[in-house]
């Protein structure tokens, strides 16, 4: 995380919106039951840090230095496109509503499902230069839970969960999502979609440093959990550990399509195979429009699927 000032309001010519209530843990079905890989214990960890500066990483994703924030409880927004800027949560916030903004905010989570929520029916949040953790002792099972349609993630640094970023489609760009926190049963990820994308929309997932410090299950993990996965791009990320740093897409529902793997760097800090198990598995070479292209190890050489 980035250091900040404590107390006070960052005012930046936008509206701050606190909407109150929703104290206590947020109720509602487990969401995914992704396939593990190696053990479902955790492995050990090892400080997970960007290899260099260009990278993201804790000096530049989360709270920008000098933005000072105000405390709140847990936050329900009902209110079409509300701002929340410059708030430190403990809690989690939830959105039923289109288009809101969460920008320079920190959620420090407690035992539930989600850091932030939005629900099934809404779209357009923007999720910016914003830190979710959970507290390490009690779950929380989602860094940012997306159930609804459009997202956008950028600058966002996410630790300390079970699973970090969950959306079927979107935009998750120049974000930290690293040192995820087992607990018993968990299957863990740190950027997962679990089904094919919104028709008409797609998922991005580019410029990331996504590091999983446990042996399973992966760093970015495309399942068939609700449908033949499609239309994704993954480019451009720094990717280790997880027991497979990247599950590809394939799956028994169906023949992936469009799923473009391009210039991804893949590292053995966590483990000497990228995975525990590997760097990727689960990948349809053959499916239409499918694209597997200058993905290569951290420290040199061409990475390929198996």
């Not at 250091?3 to 005012?11: A, H, I, K, M």
């Not at 600058?155 to 018993?184: A, C, F, M």
Request: net charge positive; charged share 20%; with cysteine.
């Amino acid at each position: 995380m980035r250091p900040y000032v404590r107390g006070g309001w960052c005012l930046v010519a936008v509206l701050v919106v606190l909407l109150g209530g929703c104290t206590g843990s947020p109720g509602g079905p487990e969401v995914t039951r992704s396939p593990a890989v190696a053990t479902s214990r955790p492995g050990t960890p090892t400080p997970s840090k960007p290899a260099e500066q260009g990278w993201p990483g804790a000096h530049n994703t989360g709270v920008p230095e000098g933005v000072a924030l105000r405390k709140s409880g847990s936050i329900r927004v009902t209110r079409n496109g509300t701002v929340i800027e410059g708030v430190e949560v403990t809690g989690y916030i939830t959105v039923e509503a289109d288009d809101v903004v969460i920008r320079n905010t920190r959620v420090r989570g407690t035992k539930g499902w989600w850091g932030i929520l939005q629900r099934e029916g809404r779209t357009g949040l923007t999720v910016e230069d914003t830190e979710i953790f959970g507290n390490g002792r009690a779950r929380t099972q989602f860094g940012i839970l997306n159930q609804g349609k459009l997202i956008t993630i950028r600058r966002v640094d996410v630790h300390t969960i079970s699973n970090g970023i969950l959306t079927q489609q979107g935009l998750v760009e120049d974000s930290y999502v690293h040192d995820p926190k087992y607990y018993s049963g968990d299957h863990t990820d740190m950027i997962m979609s679990t089904g094919p994308p919104a028709p008409g929309t797609e998922l991005v997932i580019r410029r990331n440093t996504v590091i999983n410090t446990l042996d399973q299950t992966g760093a970015i993990a495309l399942f068939q959990d609700f449908g033949v996965v499609k239309d994704v791009t993954v480019e451009g990320n720094l990717l280790a550990g997880g027991g497979w740093s990247l599950y590809a897409g394939a799956g028994l529902k169906g023949k992936s399509s469009n799923i473009k793997v391009i210039g991804n760097v893949f590292s053995r800090r966590v483990w000497p195979k990228g995975g525990a198990a590997g760097p990727v598995s689960y990948w349809d070479k053959d499916g239409p429009g499918n694209r597997w292209q200058g993905n290569t190890w951290e420290n040199g050489g061409t990475v390929t699927p198996g």
